[in-house]
């Protein structure tokens, strides 16, 4: 009998705040750093994020491809929030709750 496959907690990373390119200069690099080698499902939690530009988006790319099979999400995203990401056209890769 083979050992039945535990979910993995994921991984939740949580913003505040104007997530601008100068924002995303400061914490990119921890971030990528983080996702070199995941093993465990990325979140990001934007409970607190009133704004994101296109350098967030390129970050949550990136991090949707490291992610890979393990899965990336973004959680707890205002409808504005929300909108930015379906202009541009990401809504149809990413999850987005």
Known sequence: MTPACEPQEPLII????SMSSDRC????????A???EPREPVV???NDVDFVGSSFLG???YAHRQAGD??????NVCPMVKRVFKIAGLDRILAIE
Do not use: E, N, S, T
């Open 34 to 36: 983080r996702l070199a």
């Open 44 to 46: 990001f939690d934007l």
């Open 14 to 17: 949580g913003f505040k705040g």
């Open 70 to 75: 393990h899965g990336f999400r973004l959680i």
């Open 25 to 32: 200069d400061q914490v990119g690099p921890d971030i990528r």
């Open 59 to 61: 970050l949550c790319i």
